[in-house]
DNA sequence: GTGAATGCAAAACCTTTGCAACTGG
DNA sequence: CCAGTTGCAAAGGTTTTGCATTCAC
């Protein structure tokens, strides 16, 4: 198992720089974005950093911030939380237990805790939290549909 | 640190009991939602659900359906994935890390990684998965909602 | 100059709500 | 009987889309 990397950003290399990596423009817009993100450390939604950014670029329409924060997010100068944008599902699982969604086919599959194992071994969860849900999620491709993209890319070569 | 226990179902406690001894009715909708749930034990959507009860309950209404699952996820029969209906929201901190949201306040802290520890260590993913995002969300009361509603609760004794 | 990005408005989508009618215990 | 539930239709909120206009390179 391999993590994307998408968090390799070194201190030299500018916004600008990650966005023309892709072929891609530096607007005012994204800029605008980008700093309205990294001034305030904190998490903010959609509508609030059109609010922000508004004083900034008054023309800006919150269509496209919603496309910066992807093009942003895209370049992995910024994440995504929440982005469980499809669906609600529900699970006649009752053991605990993490999800793992399939980019390609959909499926989804549960993934069981290691035994003797708790999510606070992994994670600096404050002492004092009271923790009434948690929700694990990854994505990626499952076995099957990892294995079909595997025969094509070497094809492909 | 303690998990509120949403899995002790006792082989025993049919359907109806944990119904009834939340002082509500089991109505046919509720066994059929229930039923279509257990009966394949996948991840249907309320869309999904929907269809397959309609042909048990053809007067059913979607509407419906998302009570009997928030009924039956309040009862503890089945969990919810993906609940976060709330607005995506945008993170700066590109370091690896999960993410608490206080029920009370709605604040969002960064949870980081205890060095040196990989999801993996912790949770049965197949070895042949190509993994290219995870999300690991945390929900409950904050340390400091946890301690007012402590002190509510002292006093209301 | 030219394709990429923007702004606007409208559409799409999932979920919740209000309320009259119905029903399980 | 009667509070809890349902069904319907309409509203709500977030995100996406289509298209003419503008702009970065």
Known sequence: MKLRDHHSIEASASPD??????????TGQRRAVYDALMGKRDHPTAVEVFM???????????????????????????????HDRESARYCPNLAEHAHFFCESCGGVTDIPLRAKRRAHDIWELPENVAISHHEISFRGLCPKCAKAAARKTTKSK
């Open 52 to 82: 922000r950014v508004k004083g900034k670029v008054p023309s800006i329409s919150l269509a496209t911030v919603y496309n910066c924060l992807e093009t942003l997010t895209d370049c992995g100068l910024v994440k995504t939380v929440n």
């Open 17 to 26: 720089d990650h966005i023309h990596g892709r072929g891609l423009r530096m």
